[in-house]
């Protein structure tokens, strides 16, 4: 797969930067074809929420495709690249999760800058010793919202992220724009060009994210999201059920918050004569 020399500038690479990018891992044909086979799937029926959809897209994630008999598992799963991962980070890695991330063509909203770690501490994961790896199955760049990294932004360890609501109302985190200028300023940022069987290996520290995809060509990745064996989590389930009522609880809250907004929006306007919002009915306009 990859020679000794080339394995030991890929550790390198990868632990300077925080990651690397192995071009032609798989052949672009076979990923080509992972992802005409997703595209002609059901994909409203592939989404097990209406969170995994965005506005005028039928499916934006699929979820857990590791544990599923389909063309995508077979890439997900391959032992090659399993054990490229445990060489790149030290330790021997298993699949903590995946998905297929679908930026479809001019409508793949944005994913906002952050570190993976912010997702699995509050898990009881001690350490940041966990990596994603990105199969990519369509061109990735610039034009698309290709990922955007800040090469060697995981020597800064865990960076505090704020919470905010995204476009599905999911309680998510991102980093602050102070901090942001701060890391530009000392590591710069690049945005990864890729082709279809290419594989981007990354540190659960270093900051990415993407932009939204104001292009005609669609933008598809699996994201294999590893953990190292020796990074046992404490107490998994209490520490995971906690995480998700604190996130659903701030998502109910803001879900709260909007409705009796906009209720009380509706209902003033249903009252009143008056234009009360938007722009005002000019004098030339009245009769």
Request: hydrophobic letters at 35%.
């Amino acid at each position: 797969m990859v020679s000794d020399i080339k394995i030991n500038k890929a550790i390198e690479h990868f632990g300077k930067n925080g990651f690397y990018l192995l071009e032609g891992m798989f052949k672009r044909e076979d990923a080509e074809k992972v992802a005409c086979w997703l595209k002609s799937q059901d994909l409203e029926a592939l989404a097990t929420t209406w969170t995994d959809r965005e506005p005028l897209v039928s499916l934006a994630v699929y979820q857990n495709v590791h544990q599923k008999d389909s063309p995508i598992s077979e890439l997900v799963s391959n032992a090659e690249l399993l054990q490229l991962a445990s060489q790149l980070i030290g330790e021997k890695v298993y699949i903590w999760s995946s998905k297929v991330n679908l930026k479809a063509a001019w409508y793949g909203t944005v994913e906002y800058p952050h570190q993976d770690y912010v997702y699995w501490s509050e898990r009881g994961y001690e350490n940041m010793n966990m990596m994603s790896c990105m199969i990519v199955l369509e061109p990735h760049g610039v034009k698309n919202g290709g990922l955007c990294v800040f090469p060697g932004s995981h020597n800064e360890g865990f960076i505090e992220h704020a919470p905010f609501i995204n476009i599905n109302g999911l309680s998510k985190f991102t980093i602050p724009p102070v901090t942001l200028n701060q890391l530009e300023d000392k590591y710069g940022s690049e945005i990864i060009e890729a082709s279809p069987g290419d594989v981007l290996f990354f540190h659960a520290g270093l900051v990415h994210g993407s932009s939204h995809n104001w292009s005609s060509q669609s933008r598809m990745i699996i994201l294999s999201q590893l953990n190292t064996y020796n990074n046992k989590p404490t107490d998994v389930n209490r520490n995971s059920k906690e995480f998700n009522l604190k996130r659903a609880k701030t998502e109910l809250e803001e879900a709260e918050r909007r409705y009796f907004w906009f209720k009380r929006k509706y209902e003033t306007q249903l009252k009143a004569d008056e234009v009360l919002f938007n722009s005002p009915i000019p004098k030339e306009e009245q009769t």
